[in-house]
């Protein structure tokens, strides 16, 4: 599918952040206004390089969760404008669930857990080039600041626990050290970020209306095929092969799937950025952001799925 994204891609890079910027107008008044606010939407919006009409961007904004993030930029760290660095990341929270809601998304009902077991960066150029997504590896043993090292999925975990206060205190906490970790780790400056849980990711999704995912052969992630194999779980996604149109339960088997992949994790990330750029180009195409009076398309459905803080043998063609 022209969609995919290749694993090998370059992610961002010291040349990305010293491009010249282009002089403030329309671009950079909304790249700003809209980054900071539209979190995960927002970005598919920068990605393509479309303008963001006033009554979607009221719409979208008034659903939002939106906490503050005071994660402090490495000095090594250039910055140059209008150029936006935006960490999107999923966990497995299901606290936010009812039961109804679990049941329908095939999961349990122990409040899951707060690892951020996805976690991409998008980089989008100060000059409205193409952005480049990179995946960041969940198990990768890194200096979590202030506390021991740990895996990168586990920072955080760990400020979100350590912290008290209201929930939103909580997750910025939380937020705020993942940020510190990812710009002590990569050099980069993180400016905006995205966080989307299971019921989150359903939810947006169903938003968009399907997602085109084309699979070179068939998939069997059933519980029964991993039993077979001597493995516990599985994501449940079952597909035939050829080009599927996903959404809701379906996108976020697709998405979770690690067994019966020939790298595991690292194909698992593949797959989901082949999804999340999948998904850009349907926006686009559909006009999603742009035409909020189409049935079914409500961005406040999908705004109100995330949180702003300022998803070989199966691989996908």
């Given at each position: ?313 199966s691989h996908p063609a």
């Amino acid at each position: 599918m022209s969609g995919a994204v290749d694993p090998g891609t370059a992610g961002p890079s010291a040349r990305h952040r010293h491009r010249a910027a282009r002089p403030p107008g329309r671009w950079g008044i909304w790249s700003r206004r809209i980054a900071g606010a539209a979190a995960l939407l927002v970005s598919m919006t920068l990605l393509l390089g479309f303008g963001y009409g006033w009554y979607n961007y009221r719409k979208l904004t008034t659903s939002l969760h939106r906490v503050r993030i005071e994660a402090s930029t490495p000095q090594h760290a250039v910055r140059d404008g209008q150029a936006q660095n935006i960490l999107i990341t999923g966990n497995d929270d299901r606290s936010d669930m009812t039961p109804t809601e679990a049941a329908q998304l095939r999961t349990g009902t122990d409040g899951g857990s707060l690892a951020t077991d996805t976690m991409m960066i998008v980089h989008v150029p100060a000059d409205g080039t193409k952005a480049t997504l990179i995946s960041l590896p969940r198990d990768a043993y890194v200096d979590i600041p202030g506390y021991r090292k740990n895996k990168l999925n586990s920072a955080y975990a760990d400020g979100y626990t350590a912290s008290g206060g209201t929930l939103d205190q909580k997750r910025a906490a939380g937020a705020n050290l993942l940020v510190q970790t990812v710009q002590d780790l990569t050099g980069l400056s993180i400016d905006h970020f995205v966080q989307v849980n299971l019921l989150g990711f359903y939810r947006i999704s169903n938003a968009i209306g399907g997602v085109p995912v084309t699979l070179c052969n068939a998939v069997d992630d059933s519980a029964a095929a991993n039993r077979r194999a001597g493995l516990d779980g599985g994501s449940g996604f079952v597909m035939p092969a050829g080009t599927h149109s996903l959404q809701g339960v379906t996108a976020l088997e697709f998405v979770r799937q690690r067994h019966f992949l020939p790298n595991g994790d690292l194909d698992r990330a593949a797959r989901q950025r082949y999804f999340l750029t999948a998904a850009f180009r349907e926006i686009a195409s559909a006009g999603l952001l742009l035409n909020p009076g189409r049935p079914g398309r409500d961005p406040r459905s999908a705004g109100s799925a995330a949180g702003a803080r300022t998803p070989g043998p199966s691989h996908p063609a």
